[in-house]
């Protein structure tokens, strides 16, 4: 099992490009999620998608979009980037039965520079 | 208006000897707590983790304290080894409402000395 991937590992991008990260995941995860750590930050929810076919507004969703593209894939979207939206963004998942909280597994990151 | 705080960015202990990680939380509905190790360049890998029913939680090393009336919990390693040296995230969790994912601390850079 590969766990959770990310799609690139660093991409450098000019303010208003666009571009769509990628993540998968093959542990069977019903849940997925977007993150973003800044420089002495904790990491801040971005979206999520608690099951295929939905998706919600994290903590800091303004300036992305998300699509949750089956099971295993959720991708995330800059349209036009800004270099405040420099940072590393992490991908992961979880299976979540019912109510109850389960671990999240993390991919390796992408780390993007906006110029 | 942070949730789940670390406030010593970094420590530093010696080899062998127990390291211990604080994180206080503000919001009473946390009912799951985290916590995380990330080394450079690398996502962060899971460690450790205890439901709000329970005040302890042990894994090897590795011990998790929850004082649930103090808002605050701790993570110990005993003993401490070069391999522990890494950023260490406490992360929390509410299953009843607001958004799904983890709400993490800004994190605590260990430094295990030899």
């Known amino acids: 099992n590969a766990g959770v991937t990310q799609t690139p590992k660093f991409q450098v991008l000019k303010t208003g490009q666009s571009m769509t990260l990628q993540c998968a995941q093959d542990?069977?995860?019903?849940?997925m999620y977007w993150y973003r750590q800044d420089p002495g930050m904790g990491l801040r929810l971005i979206y999520y998608?608690?099951?295929?076919?939905?998706?919600d507004k994290g903590e800091v969703p303004n300036g992305y979009n998300v699509s949750r593209l089956n099971k295993r894939e959720f991708s995330l979207r800059l349209e036009s980037a800004a270099p405040s939206q420099t940072s590393v963004y992490f991908c992961?998942?979880?299976?979540?039965?019912?109510?109850?909280?389960?671990?999240?597994?993390f991919g390796p990151g992408t780390r993007l520079t906006v110029l | 208006d942070q949730q789940v705080k670390q406030n010593s960015p970094s420590l530093s202990v010696q080899e062998g000897r127990i390291s211990i990680l604080n994180c206080d939380y503000t919001?009473?509905?946390?009912?799951?707590f985290l916590w995380y190790k990330k080394y450079p360049a690398e996502g962060p890998t899971f460690l450790i983790s205890?439901?709000?029913?329970?005040d302890k939680n042990e894994d090897g090393r590795f011990t998790v304290f929850l004082n649930k009336s103090a808002k605050h919990l701790s993570l110990h390693i005993v003993p401490s080894q070069p391999g522990d040296s890494a950023v260490y995230f406490c992360?929390?969790?509410?299953?009843?409402?607001?958004?799904?994912?983890?709400?993490f601390g800004k994190g605590t850079h260990l430094i295990i000395q030899p």
């Open positions: 992961a998942s979880r299976f979540r039965r019912g109510g109850r909280t389960d671990t999240q597994y």
């Open positions: 992360a929390a969790s509410e299953t009843g409402g607001g958004a799904d994912g983890l709400t």
């Open positions: 542990m069977n995860h019903n849940s």
């Open positions: 205890i439901s709000s029913i329970k």
């Open positions: 919001n009473s509905m946390f009912d799951y």
């Open positions: 998608s608690a099951s295929e076919g939905t998706t």
